[in-house]
């Protein structure tokens, strides 16, 4: 415990980014309530409740007073699906707040639980099914997205929400409240994308260089993204990914080189005013500046162009497509240039 982190230099061959993914915060947003009703929790720190081997020894308890909640309700989609703090599905909540909701009632059949939803996204094979055994074990599910969350003077919650399919206005009590918190980019990983050059998607997860064709790949030969890493998603499909990326990085060890492409871009020194507009417009981060010099990193240039393309005083030319040779051709086929 008292050991000082230290830096170590390890030569390899392939890299592989599997650092998963941090749970979304409620508190600086006061999202549901969360920070200032202690009977306000993370489905995290419910995980943690009802784990035997947590705080409680398993016994789901409310913070506030250690009684045992007999209505626990579940908020779905929080830090998710909403524009104004991050847009995307993190697909793995629906699943475990059905498993939580099953769990509770497994252990206490008198506990009423309810989930409050957008949409249950419960596709793969026996999701469904989980998803339809919850509704059979009698946990209700209304459809609405809530707004305020306040305290009663019995101490209990009372959530406000719209049940969407009746049209109805709701006042929910409920002696607990369980947050369904998505993911967001794990710390570290804007640092991580700009030290390995490789991409984020929009999203802020690491992009692959194509969904269906090289999900685990990157813009990097060598350099390969798993898990929730690459966008939230659940523990078979990490380990799903986990798999199809060692197997392409074993690729590269096996053989013990790397193909680099033959139309890659250079730099002719003498017309380079050193503007760096071609560091920014290269997509595969393969130009620096050294010493107040224009370098291309061959073995992660591409040959896409679009260096050449950019450079207004001509000092990119490419391998194979040189300006003399590209001339040449227009020559030939329109007789001038
Ligand atoms: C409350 C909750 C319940 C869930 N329940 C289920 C469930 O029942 N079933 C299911 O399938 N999925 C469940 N999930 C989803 C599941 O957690 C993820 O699918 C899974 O953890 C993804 O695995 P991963 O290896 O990609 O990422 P992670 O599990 O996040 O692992 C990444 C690891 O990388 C480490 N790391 C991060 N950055 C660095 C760095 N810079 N250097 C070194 N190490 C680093 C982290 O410390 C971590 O150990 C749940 C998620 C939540 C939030
Ligand atoms: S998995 Fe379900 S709870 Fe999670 S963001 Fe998607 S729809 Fe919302
Ligand atoms: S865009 Fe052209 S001139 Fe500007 S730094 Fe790059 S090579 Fe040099
Ligand atoms: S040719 Fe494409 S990949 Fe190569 S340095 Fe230029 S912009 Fe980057």
Redesign the pocket.
């Known amino acids: 415990m008292d050991d000082e982190g230290e830096s170590i230099h390890v030569k390899v061959g392939t890299i592989i980014v599997?650092?998963?993914?941090d749970?979304f915060d409620p508190e600086p947003l006061g999202l549901y309530g969360y920070g200032r009703y202690d009977d306000v929790i993370?489905?995290?720190e419910?995980?943690r409740l009802i784990n035997a081997s947590g705080p409680t020894g398993g016994k789901v308890v409310r913070p506030s007073d250690c009684k045992y909640p007999k209505h626990i309700t579940f908020i779905q989609c929080v830090g998710s699906r909403d524009l104004g703090i991050n847009p995307y599905c993190s697909s793995?909540?629906c699943?475990?707040a059905l498993?939580n909701a099953q769990l509770i009632r497994e252990k206490y059949p008198d506990a009423h639980v309810c989930i409050l939803y957008m949409d249950i996204r419960s596709p793969y094979r026996g999701y469904e099914e989980f998803y339809r055994r919850a509704r059979e074990l009698g946990i209700t599910f209304i459809r609405g997205k809530p707004g305020d969350v306040e305290k009663n003077e019995k101490g209990n919650l009372v959530v406000r929400v719209e049940d969407t399919l009746r049209g109805k206005m709701l006042n929910l009590e409920t002696e607990l409240l369980v947050l369904s918190?998505g993911?967001v980019p794990?710390?570290?990983t804007k640092e991580?994308s700009s030290a390995l050059k490789i991409p984020l998607a929009p999203d802020g997860f690491f992009a692959e260089v194509h969904p269906k064709l090289k999900p685990v790949d990157t813009t990097v030969d060598g350099i390969f993204i798993?898990?929730?890493?690459q966008g939230?998603?659940?523990?078979?499909?990490?380990i799903s990914q986990?798999s199809a990326a060692a197997a392409r990085a074993a690729r590269f060890l096996i053989s013990g080189k790397a193909k680099t492409e033959a139309i890659t871009s250079f730099v002719s020194s003498d017309f380079c005013i050193r503007c760096g507009i071609c560091i920014d417009t290269c997509p595969y981060q393969a130009i620096r500046m050294v010493d107040g010099k224009i370098e291309i990193m061959e073995a992660l240039c591409k040959g896409c162009g679009t260096c050449v393309a950019s450079c207004n005083s001509g000092a990119l030319e490419q391998r194979h497509f040189l300006f003399s040779q590209a001339s040449e051709q227009i020559k030939n086929v329109f007789g001038y240039v």
């Open positions: 599997a650092t998963g993914y749970n993370t489905a995290m419910f995980e793995y909540c699943m475990y498993k918190i993911a794990s710390r570290g991580m798993c898990g929730v890493a939230p998603k659940e523990i078979p499909y990490s986990a």
